[in-house]
């Protein structure tokens, strides 16, 4: 465990870039798994409306699982300086989440179908949708856009070797 914690404190102190960049891998992880408790789509009937979350889909807690495992798994690994795994376990998490979506999309269209025989019965695709849409999109393009991201933040925040500060170091003297 100390190692683990040597190692965040050292990203945290002498590679600020790339800390930011797992701090944005993490935090769009997060959300991503938190955008499944909101509505995906809603059956509207005439006095009626019925919200459908991701969390109500046939078979929706093994993905559930796997969308907030992976990504600690994949911090862990990478804290544990084994690299190995890592970008399968990204791309898993990447494949997993889309799946997911797609999954929603194939429930959204079966109701559809089903309510297009319904008189009065409408369905809608809901704000939960879109909003796993664009965090699987800008997890995509974290997973492969990782050099050029790190470079970008070294760009803005600068090199992750300098020196920032002006101020004597007094630890050495």
């Known amino acids: 465990m100390n190692k683990i914690k040597e190692k965040a404190l050292d990203l945290l102190n002498n590679n600020k870039p790339f800390f930011i960049f797992i701090s944005l891998r993490l935090a769009v992880s997060f959300l991503l798994f938190l955008s499944v408790f909101f509505t995906f789509f809603k059956v509207i009937q005439l006095f009626d409306i019925n919200k459908i979350q991701p969390t109500e889909f046939p078979g929706s807690g093994i993905f559930i699982l796997l969308m907030i ?7 862990f690994l990478l804290l544990l300086e084994n690299t190995k795994f890592q970008k ?15 999954w929603g999309l194939l429930l959204f269209f079966a109701t559809k179908s089903e309510a ?5 019965t409408e369905v809608k695709i809901a704000f939960g949708f879109f909003l796993q849409l664009l965090l699987i999109c800008y997890l995509w393009i974290i997973i492969f856009g990782e050099k050029k991201l790190v470079e970008l933040f070294e760009k803005y925040l600068g090199s992750s070797k300098e020196v920032t500060s002006s101020e004597p170091d007094i630890a050495n003297e």
């Open 116 to 120: 297009a025989t319904v008189a009065s």
């Open 88 to 102: 399968p376990i990204n791309l898993s998490h990447a494949i997993i989440s889309s799946i997911f979506l797609l």
């Open 69 to 75: 495992v992976l990504p600690i798994a994949s911090v």
